[in-house]
């Protein structure tokens, strides 16, 4: 990994949000004065195609990128907030209605956050 891929990783490693190509950026720079935001686009597709971060697409949202540990998510129908929560693991279920291995799965669930519900 070179210098920029590791402090990246370690910024969306450690972050408590789903952050954003800017926000990661922005957050480097803090660090990384001279980094310019294409090289931040470059090393975030770098990581995600070697696996090593995930990358989250929404209808109508901006991408995002998050850590690879195994969760899923919780969005908000009305404000967009993406939550993380881990369900039980549904992989032995799946392959055995499918009768193929899973090799993984990504869990959305839309609801209405407490926030707006209010």
């Known amino acids: ?19 954003t190509i800017d926000e ?7 660090e990384e004065p001279k980094v310019v935001l294409a090289t931040v686009y470059n090393n975030v597709n770098k990581l ?16 995002r990128y998050d850590k690879t540990l195994k969760h899923d998510h919780l969005i908000c129908s ?7 929560y881990s369900f039980t693991d549904l992989t032995a279920k799946l ?13 959305r669930i839309r609801y209405v956050c407490p926030d707006c519900r209010k």
Request: aromatic share 6%; net charge negative; glycine share 8%.
């Open 1 to 19: 990994m070179t210098r920029y891929e590791k402090k990246i990783f370690n910024i969306i490693n450690t972050s408590h949000s789903h952050m």
């Open 78 to 84: 009305v404000c967009g907030k993406i939550s993380d």
């Open 24 to 30: 990661i950026y922005n957050t480097l720079k803090k």
């Open 48 to 63: 995600v195609q070697s696996g090593k971060i995930a990358k989250l697409s929404i209808e109508g949202q901006i991408d």
């Open 95 to 107: 392959e055995e209605e499918l009768g193929e291995v899973i090799e993984g799965y990504d869990l």
